[in-house]
């Protein structure tokens, strides 16, 4: 069983093939009854049609897959002398999934032709796990919004997603009630349900008349805020770098097995190039420094 590619897109056709094997472990010949069940993310299940080509080999089209996630196939085919299955699955990315660097820079820091896309499947693999790995360390560049809870009881509450763009709404719970706050500036408070926000830590703040600091409603996971952490968009420079490296260092790794070389350099310090069982070398870590979020987030 096999596909084109390991990861895809919404909206893309996905092709299977398989080649069916009888019960002595050779390419089943004959009259066979061949099927493949798909399963989507939700668990909704389909059987395409399929098509034989020849040799005991099967293939497949799943059409214009619609939902983001691991998809699941199994094949199963009968015949005499066959009783015959096998299983697999791919991933279908979601659409407008972060990405700190694009395809072609990243060859060029690869020194890669950037027209060559036979190893652009698994560098676009890479592109996605740096993302993830610099949206988990610096927090996330796109804009993406979040409903937390946090216990109540204290006068200032810091979101787990930084950098803070803003807040959409925030809700104290005293037992049953719902009480809505507002942000309302220093000096210009309304009521004794307001909060102010510091955007540069992401801390919020309880306030009541006057702007004097005040506690949340005492409670468990009784505060809520939904809010929109992320820059923008904005990819600062190093951040950026930094990617590109920890994409290097990814790449790299897979081009030491044995019998494949690697001319690229090393990390700094490292003499003998990148080491083994590192994801996220002390180069990108530096590179990411200046953004990297608060400790002590979940």
């Not at 084109?4 to 996905?14: C, F, P, S």
């Not at 060559?116 to 993830?132: K, Y």
């Not at 510091?198 to 004097?212: A, K, M, P, W």
């Amino acid at each position: 069983m096999a596909q084109n590619q390991t990861i895809y897109y919404v909206g893309q056709d996905v092709g299977v093939t398989a080649t069916v094997l009888d019960d002595n472990g050779n390419p089943a010949t004959g009259t066979l009854t061949v099927t493949l069940t798909v399963t989507d993310p939700n668990g909704t299940v389909t059987t395409p049609s399929t098509a034989s080509t020849g040799s005991g080999g099967y293939a497949a089209v799943v059409p214009s897959v619609a939902t983001a996630g691991i998809w699941l196939y199994r094949w199963t085919a009968a015949g005499t002398g066959v009783g015959w299955a096998s299983e697999g699955q791919f991933m279908v990315r979601a659409m407008g999934v972060e990405q700190l660097v694009d395809l072609a820079s990243v060859k060029k820091h690869l020194n890669m032709t950037v027209t060559d896309a036979r190893q652009d499947d698994e560098l676009q693999g890479f592109i996605l796990a740096a993302a993830d790995q610099a949206r988990d360390v610096c927090g996330p560049f796109l804009p993406e919004q979040h409903t937390q809870f946090f216990n109540g009881g204290v006068s200032t509450i810091s979101p787990d997603w930084l950098p803070l763009a803003s807040i959409q709404s925030a809700t104290e719970y005293y037992g049953l009630s719902a009480f809505p706050l507002t942000e309302q500036q220093l000096g210009s408070q309304m009521n004794a349900f307001a909060y102010t926000v510091d955007y540069s830590t992401g801390q919020v703040t309880r306030r009541t008349f006057g702007g004097q600091a005040a506690m949340f409603a005492i409670g468990a996971k009784n505060v809520k805020i939904v809010y929109t952490a992320g820059r923008a968009g904005a990819v600062p420079y190093t951040v950026r770098l930094g990617a590109l490296e920890l994409i290097r260092h990814l790449w790299q790794q897979t081009q030491q097995a044995a019998g494949r070389s690697w001319k690229g350099a090393g990390m700094d310090g490292e003499a003998m190039g990148v080491p083994m069982g590192f994801a996220l070398p002390d180069r990108v870590v530096e590179l990411w420094s200046p953004y990297r979020r608060p400790p002590g987030i979940a």
